[in-house]
């Protein structure tokens, strides 16, 4: 499985982007789709997941300014970023939590750059 992540950018403070993030295949269950982030010098960290019921979580420090969605029928999940802020600043990374079986599946994208100016 092959996850496709884009619409990363270069935009001003108090701008916009979305993100997409497409799976290849879906042999197996998706549980939750979401976003983390990775910013120079500091952990990974989540941003954003949905499940499959469609329940959302978000960081605090995202809330309000970011929704995830996803569309079932297309593998997809995105993320819409506005009001960014520099330190927003961070390659963002799709992540797919699934099941097959019994087998529990874990697969990463391979992250995207947004850099937010000041």
């Known amino acids: 499985v092959q996850l496709q992540a884009s619409g990363g950018g270069l935009v001003q403070t108090g701008g916009s982007l979305r993100l997409s993030c497409a799976a290849s295949e879906t042999i197996f269950s998706i549980n939750v789709m979401g976003w983390y982030r990775q910013a120079p010098g500091k952990r990974r960290e989540l941003v954003a997941s949905?499940?499959?019921?469609?329940?959302?979580l978000y960081a605090d420090s995202v809330k309000g300014r970011f929704t995830i969605s996803k569309d079932n029928a297309q593998n997809t999940v995105y993320l819409q970023m506005n009001n960014l802020k520099p330190e927003d600043t961070a390659v963002y990374y799709c992540?797919?939590?699934?099941?097959?079986?019994?087998?529990?599946?874990?697969?990463w994208g391979q992250g995207t750059l947004v850099t937010v100016s000041s």
């Open positions: 992540h797919v939590l699934g099941h097959l079986g019994t087998l529990e599946l874990d697969y």
């Open positions: 949905i499940t499959s019921a469609h329940s959302t």
